[in-house]
């Protein structure tokens, strides 16, 4: 499978500041997607990243809090904008494989901790 | 609507033993995926098994195989053999119109 990668792996950031998480993956993918996972819980999907258009958020989450861009077929990114400490979490962003095989793979995830 | 429920929020093993996770799911989708993924500390997200769910045999890699129920919505994970880097947390997830996740069980394994 293809293998994908995330930068920063983890950051500290301050209350009000943003962060831009990068997600790069080695192979051109048509649906990628990024997830929260706060701490002790399950993944939740912030939206899915569209090529070409803008992301589809699900309920909880906009765009103004979440930017996110889809340049290329392999590149993503999502931006956490003035933070507060309720927004540390895990960010893991995840591509579905093509074919119909309906697969979605991870990437390492990005730790983040707002003070 | 989709959702995923994992009732076991901490299970225990023996090294070398056996242990099975539970999952029940819910979906409106005729077509749709189930999926098991394992995270360790290391927070990675890793693909243990999958099952089409218009298929009736179970699936297997390795040393983790599921029973899939697809009437009683049941899709457990057995881990035979176990292993000290089976330690983690494992999710239990379906792939309807999206990928939904449970709760998540952590698995020890004891030495």
């Known amino acids: 499978s293809a293998v994908i990668s995330q930068k920063p792996s983890r950051d500290i950031c301050q209350r009000g500041t943003s962060l831009t998480i990068q997600c790069q993956v080695d192979?051109?993918?048509?649906?990628m997607f990024w997830y929260r996972q706060q701490p002790g819980q399950s993944l939740t999907l912030i939206a899915t990243a569209n090529q070409g258009s803008e992301a589809t958020y699900e309920s909880g989450f906009v765009i103004d809090k979440f930017p996110i861009s889809r340049p290329n077929l392999t590149f993503s990114t999502l931006t956490v904008s003035n933070m507060s400490p309720e927004d540390s979490s895990i960010y893991l962003c995840?591509?579905?494989?093509?074919?119909?095989?309906?697969?979605?793979?991870f990437g390492p995830g990005t730790r983040l901790t707002v003070l | 609507a989709q959702t995923v429920t994992q009732s076991q929020p901490e299970m225990s093993v023996q090294e070398a033993e056996t242990v099975t996770l539970s999952c029940t799911y819910d979906?409106?989708?005729?077509?749709?995926?189930l999926f098991w993924y394992k995270q360790p500390p290391s927070r990675q997200m890793i693909l243990v098994i999958r099952?089409?769910?218009?298929?009736?045999q179970n699936a297997t890699e390795n040393r983790f195989s599921v029973n899939f129920q697809k009437a009683a919505k049941s899709f457990s994970l057995k881990i035979s053999d176990s292993q000290l880097g089976d330690a983690a947390m494992y999710f239990c997830a379906l792939h309807g119109n999206k990928l939904v996740f449970g709760a998540g069980t952590i698995l020890r394994v004891k030495s």
């Open positions: 995840s591509f579905l494989t093509s074919g119909g095989a309906y697969t979605q793979y």
């Open positions: 099952q089409e769910a218009y298929k009736q």
């Open positions: 979906t409106s989708e005729s077509d749709y995926y």
């Open positions: 192979s051109q993918v048509t649906m």
